[in-house]
């Protein structure tokens, strides 16, 4: 005669169980965005580079490009792949000109601005040497944001050549290593030597 009444409290105590378990939360779109942050600023000084020279424009060029090599993607993807690192840093070696850096890029503004009427002697060099790179970026990566260096050389309204370019110990010096520092000191009389040879 007590069957029912069980029943009953048995139904009861699912309903109950059921009812109190808390569903598992699924994310929302929203809550599956990437949170915003705030960007760290630091502002840095850099020291720049202007040698002006007589010489013309044709002639500082040139003796500008006999003093640097060529780098060679190919040559070095397939060096660097290589398990041999010895063999690589030879085959790096070898890129670099008698100054010991290496053009990576050119990239001649001055054919860009025939884009707006103008006719300017003007073209950006991209160069540096792989090898003094990792020396920098083996103690900070952020190293790499700036090697390689840039230079431009271009041809001033009065007919003179202008060199120009930022000093490498003003922009690595922002990473606060000694280790790269010493090596950024060594690129800017590097590359002062490079200029002064490419003007005089």
Do not use: W
């Amino acid at each position: 005669m007590h069957a029912p009444l069980l029943c009953s409290a048995a139904v009861l105590l699912v309903i109950v169980l059921v009812t109190g378990c808390e569903r598992p939360t699924v994310p929302t779109a929203a809550q599956n965005e990437p949170k915003e942050t705030t960007p760290a600023v630091t502002q840095i000084k850099v020291a720049h580079v202007k040698v002006t020279t007589a010489k013309p424009y044709a002639d500082a060029t040139a003796a500008f490009l006999a003093q640097v090599g060529k780098y060679d993607a190919t040559v070095a993807k397939d060096a660097l792949a290589s398990a041999d690192a010895a063999a690589a840093r030879r085959k790096l070696e070898k890129m670099a000109g008698p100054s010991e850096f290496m053009i990576f890029a050119a990239h001649d503004h001055g054919a860009v601005l025939t884009l707006v009427g103008q006719k300017r002697k003007a073209v950006q060099y991209i160069l540096g040497n792989a090898l003094f790179a990792v020396e920098m970026t083996r103690h900070d990566v952020r190293a790499s944001l700036y090697a390689p260096l840039r230079v431009l050389i271009y041809e001033s309204d009065d007919g003179k050549t202008c060199i120009e370019y930022d000093r490498p110990s003003s922009l690595f010096g922002q990473f606060g290593n000694a280790q790269v520092d010493q090596t950024a000191n060594m690129l800017d009389q590097k590359l002062e030597e490079l200029v002064s040879l490419a003007t005089q």
